[in-house]
């Protein structure tokens, strides 16, 4: 059986089908039909999924805890090759980019990952995407349909359809695989302690700030501006000053927020890459050639450590 023109989307992060959703409803209005959400997950899941503008709900049953995605894959495998939508639209998460790969070798079929954005060009359905790390950006458009495409948290608002009428739920029974592997073990992380994604405003510290110490005086300004502190990537990984779910780049959060305040950020791509959602970007640098201005709203050649003062006074004042 094929359903023409319908979109799959598919994410073991249920917050992330969502995002998913709001990609597919812009390809939607290009003359796509029906939407559809694969839930790996319980009875919770299918009804938070219900709650964005889907058409259906494949809802793959009685997964056992702690699976691991070569469980799932035969199962998502035989859902899509027995549907044949026209798109599928993955979550790029570590688990997603693998189900994209398998799928996509196992279908026959292009997969495009780390999607922008989508257009449509004179041949059809195109997707912006980042190359080479982060480092450059590409249209590129599929020979031939179906395709697939994977697309990063924060690249689309998630929307709720308060008025959407409620969805078409289809069990889809569970196949567990006669080889597979066998999970021993399982650690939990540490919970993180922000979400970089969510925030409203984000203040992000790159190397222009000299000393450790010194990001006590930025804190200040994050509590009076109701801001996340967030960092580049050597302050992350190569220094050590702050945690790495602050880091701000492509491997690193991608953040959607209202204002980017970025302090003594020089601007190199795999970091911008990150802050492309943001509303209003401000930058502080004292190198008036930054890459950093190219991407700013609104730019403040001058040394950060007269800016910070300055403002945090500003505010306390306002």
Same mark, same amino acid.
């Given at each position: ?22 990609? $597919? ?27 964005? &503008? ?46 994209? !790969?398998?799928?996509? &070798?196992?279908?026959?079929?292009? @997969? ?23 480092? $450059? ?14 697309? @990063? ?12 009428? &409620? ?17 021993? /073990? ?19 510290? !790159?190397?222009?700030? @000299? ?16 801001? /996340? ?23 690193? &959060? ?34 008036? %050639? ?12 001058? %040394? ?15």
């Amino acid at each position: 059986m094929s359903d023409q023109n319908q979109i799959f989307v598919i994410s073991e992060e249920v917050s992330l089908i969502g995002e998913l959703v709001s990609a $597919a409803r812009q390809l939607n209005n290009d003359g796509f039909s029906t939407i559809a959400a694969v839930v790996i997950g319980d009875q919770s899941d299918v009804q938070r999924v219900g709650s964005f &503008a889907v058409d259906q709900i494949y809802w793959i049953e009685q997964v056992p805890e702690g699976y691991l995605v070569e469980d799932v894959f035969l199962t998502l495998w035989e859902l899509v090759n027995q549907h044949k939508p026209t798109v599928v639209l993955i979550g790029a998460t570590t688990s997603g980019r693998l189900i994209c !790969g398998r799928l996509a &070798a196992r279908l026959d079929v292009s @997969a495009i990952t780390d999607v922008r954005s989508f257009e449509q060009v004179k041949d059809g359905l195109a997707a912006r995407h980042m190359i080479f790390a982060g480092g $450059a950006e590409r249209l590129e458009r599929p020979r031939r349909l179906p395709v697939l495409f994977t697309i @990063a948290k924060g690249q689309f608002e998630a929307d709720i359809v308060q008025s959407h009428t &409620a969805p078409q739920v289809i069990p889809v029974p569970f196949r567990l695989p006669e080889k597979r592997a066998i999970l021993r /073990e399982r650690k939990d992380l540490p919970p993180l302690s922000v979400n970089l994604a969510e925030a409203k405003r984000v203040i992000c510290l !790159g190397r222009g700030i @000299a000393h450790q110490e010194d990001v006590a005086q930025v804190e200040q300004l994050a509590q009076v501006l109701g801001a /996340e502190i967030a960092c580049t990537r050597p302050l992350s990984e190569g220094l050590g000053w702050l945690p790495r779910e602050r880091y701000i780049g492509i491997s690193g &959060a991608y953040i959607k927020s209202d204002l980017y305040l970025g302090l003594g950020v020089s601007g190199q791509v795999q970091h911008t890459i990150g802050i492309t959602n943001a509303r209003v970007v401000v930058a502080v640098n004292r190198d008036p %050639d930054a890459p950093i201005f190219k991407q700013a709203d609104y730019g403040i050649v001058a %040394d950060l450590y007269e800016v910070v003062p300055a403002l945090i006074q500003g505010l306390h004042e306002a």
